[in-house]
């Protein structure tokens, strides 16, 4: 473990565990470790319970409490039950921050799992790491979760960036397409995906030929479409959600635009894109894709599927596959840093985490100078209203 992070967590170790016991005979006093008792190790995370992205804070949180359920059933992890405190942010800013203040001051949390959003933890990491506690598996794919590298940040997700830049060289030297453009909200996401495009594009001497820029509030997209079709653009990539993906490929198709491989990522792959008619053979760059309840899957994974649906009243989507694994990592985690429990243990054991595969066939690994777990992305398809996987492990 290099010097800054032992100096970071003895540092905040002493800020945020209150008093010590005292000293005797000249021998320093022993701080205890933030969020760890004899018999309990407190988890946290700001979340979207109620919000315009609750179907990810949701399901996540929902299959973290399965597997968290599970190991404590089963005598916890060395001894000690794991508490998993969740607050509600609604995917706002300042929610956030009080939620934040509250699961680092007063819960005292030893970690914090799936917390949800770019803004919402690019606003409360800082505080966080001032205290210690590690932010590991955040549901969001920004760069800014593993960039710049920081020894408390971890994410198992594939990051916006890579997808796009897999994709485009996927397409141009894998499928032949020849002009490349970029359609984005004008956001810190969309920027990432535009970014993404033109280095890759660079790289292989290519330029992007058109953009077209929008508010996340827009509706009509036929102005943007002729922009792009007049460019000759037969590679879109797409730096949209699930709303103005399907706005886009619902203008596109109007004008019976045809021949364009339209790619989206992480952020813009659901079934509800899937479902519409103007979604059929549409693209994602996924870290891992969701189930069907009449697909062929594994003993454990059947299991598995079965009772969530039979838990929460639904099937288990992306964000629930995404919620069970984390957890899964962290208890891993957990397991290999020993009984005698400290956030620089924890990180040294998630950095030995090299090899690990979860029950759905997703490899994921980690080590002292890589936090980030995803490195490949799967090529997904929309096929007759589902979405069908056409590759895995493909990178740039």
Not at 259 to 280: C, F, H, T
């Amino acid at each position: 473990m290099n010097k800054f992070l032992s100096m970071l967590l003895a540092a905040s170790l002493l800020a945020g565990c209150g008093d010590s016991t005292p000293a005797g005979d000249g021998e320093a006093a022993a701080v205890p470790q933030r969020g760890v008792t004899a018999d309990e190790i407190v988890i946290g995370t700001h979340t979207d319970l109620s919000g315009p992205i609750a179907i990810w804070g949701v399901g996540s949180v929902n299959a973290a409490r399965m597997r968290i359920d599970e190991v404590n059933a089963a005598g916890g992890v060395h001894g000690r039950s794991i508490r998993f405190v969740v607050e509600d942010t609604q995917y706002q800013v300042p929610r956030a921050m009080q939620a934040a203040n509250k699961l680092i001051n007063r819960d005292e949390v030893f970690a914090m799992l799936l917390a949800t959003g770019t803004p919402t933890n690019n606003a409360v990491m800082q505080l966080q790491f001032e205290a210690g506690v590690p932010n590991i598996f955040p549901i969001t794919g920004a760069r800014s979760m593993v960039e710049p590298f920081h020894p408390l940040k971890f994410t198992q997700r594939g990051i916006y960036y890579d997808e796009v830049r897999a994709a485009t060289r996927y397409f141009l030297e894998e499928q032949g397409k020849q002009t490349a453009c970029v359609i984005y909200q004008d956001t810190d996401y969309g920027q990432e995906i535009l970014e993404g495009a033109q280095d890759q594009l660079a790289e292989m001497g290519r330029e992007v030929a058109a953009v077209s820029a929008h508010k996340p509030t827009e509706t009509e997209f036929t102005a943007a479409m002729l922009r792009l079709k007049e460019a000759n653009c037969d590679l879109v990539l797409m730096g949209t959600v699930h709303r103005d993906t399907i706005l886009v490929l619902d203008a596109a198709r109007k004008m019976n635009w045809q021949d364009v491989a339209w790619v989206g990522n992480n952020a813009a792959y659901a079934e509800v894109i899937a479902e519409q008619d103007s979604g059929e053979g549409y693209y994602a760059f996924v870290h891992m894709m969701s189930l069907y309840g009449d697909d062929e899957m594994s003993a454990p994974v059947r299991a598995w599927w079965d009772a969530y649906r039979e838990r929460f009243g639904e099937a288990p989507g992306l964000a629930a596959m995404e919620g069970y694994r984390a957890a899964d990592l962290m208890i891993e985690a957990l397991e290999r840093a020993g009984p005698e429990l400290t956030t620089q243990g924890f990180v040294a054991a998630l950095e030995s985490i090299d090899s690990y595969t979860d029950m759905f066939g997703y490899r994921v690994s980690f080590s002292a100078d890589k936090h980030s777990g995803a490195t490949e992305s799967v090529l997904a398809q929309v096929q007759n209203g589902r979405w069908v996987k056409l590759g895995q492990s493909i990178s740039y």
